[in-house]
């Protein structure tokens, strides 16, 4: 990125805080973990429900573990990890890891979920193809694109009954309270949260994932850890007066 154009880009704005219920939807264990989880320890602590929907158990993530010994390893080190930030509620969805397909039943999943919780806020993950608005940049997972995009169109979904109407049936009435869908890991963030008061809890969530980092780096985990999150906020900061802050791109509703 140019000089020219990190001196031109807009301060990120303070996110809402008038919500209590929040439900937070992404592909993989770890993909919250990467960065939200110090905000999302930061709203608990203030009295806010977060609950956490995967798509998958992250069985696909291992390459030296077949994903039937993989999963349950993983689903474990995620309810761990939402317990450190605060987060009792852990959803999975069992699609498969690697070939989530963007369609009718993953939103009808999706929908069914936010008509269940019936949250103001709705977390997603970066719906877009790459990790940076240069061209260029690194490539978005399938998954991740399929999930994000999913959940952005599954909160239109939970608030239309003839959507899904056998969900209905089901006892899912619709939800159309849903204020905000707040996208982490955009490419094109709009609104910021600091990330001083969660961070040490952001940065034991995160290592609550070992089996994963150990087979994704050869570094010493906590070193590992530490460096990635609070140099992501601290760069996010710089476009949030300086305070270390993990960014969202909002969608109001």
């Known amino acids: 990125m140019s000089e020219k ?17 929040a439900l937070a939807v992404v592909a993989h264990p770890d993909d919250l ?12 602590d203030g009295g806010r429900e977060v609950a956490y929907l995967l798509a998958t158990r992250g069985e696909a993530g291992i390459d030296t573990l077949d994903p039937v ?32 397909e963007y369609g009718l039943g993953l939103r009808r999943d999706i929908a069914a979920a936010i008509r269940r919780h019936r949250p103001e806020l709705v977390i997603g993950f970066n719906h877009r193809d ?22 952005l169109d599954a909160v239109g979904d939970a608030g239309n009954r003839w959507i899904f ?13 849903v204020r905000w869908v707040a996208v982490a890991g955009s490419t094109s963030p709009t609104h910021a949260v600091s990330a001083e008061p969660g961070m040490e809890r952001g940065i034991e969530s ?40 993990v960014s969202f791109e909002l969608y109001p509703r």
Not at 5 to 21: I, S
Not at 69 to 83: F, G, I, K, N
Not at 130 to 151: I, K, L, Q, Y
């Open 5 to 21: 154009t990190e001196q031109t880009l807009p301060a990120l704005a303070p996110m809402p805080g008038d919500w209590r219920r």
């Open 165 to 177: 109407p056998e969900l209905t049936e089901q006892g899912l009435e619709p939800w159309n309270g």
């Open 130 to 151: 790459t990790w940076s608005p240069e061209p260029g940049g690194p490539w978005n997972t399938p998954d991740h694109v399929a999930v994000g995009r999913a959940t």
């Open 33 to 44: 973990e990467y960065g939200c989880a110090a905000a999302i320890a930061h709203w608990t």
């Open 69 to 100: 010994a993989c999963a349950p390893v993983r689903e474990a080190e995620q309810r761990a990890s939402a317990a450190v930030v605060g987060v009792e509620s852990v959803e999975f969805l069992d699609h498969r890891d690697g070939v989530i």
């Open 206 to 245: 995160l290592l609550c994932h070992r089996a994963y980092i150990e087979a994704l780096t050869d570094r010493e985990p906590e070193e590992y850890v530490r460096e990635f999150l609070t140099g992501f906020a601290a760069r996010t900061g710089e476009r949030f007066g300086g305070v270390p802050a």
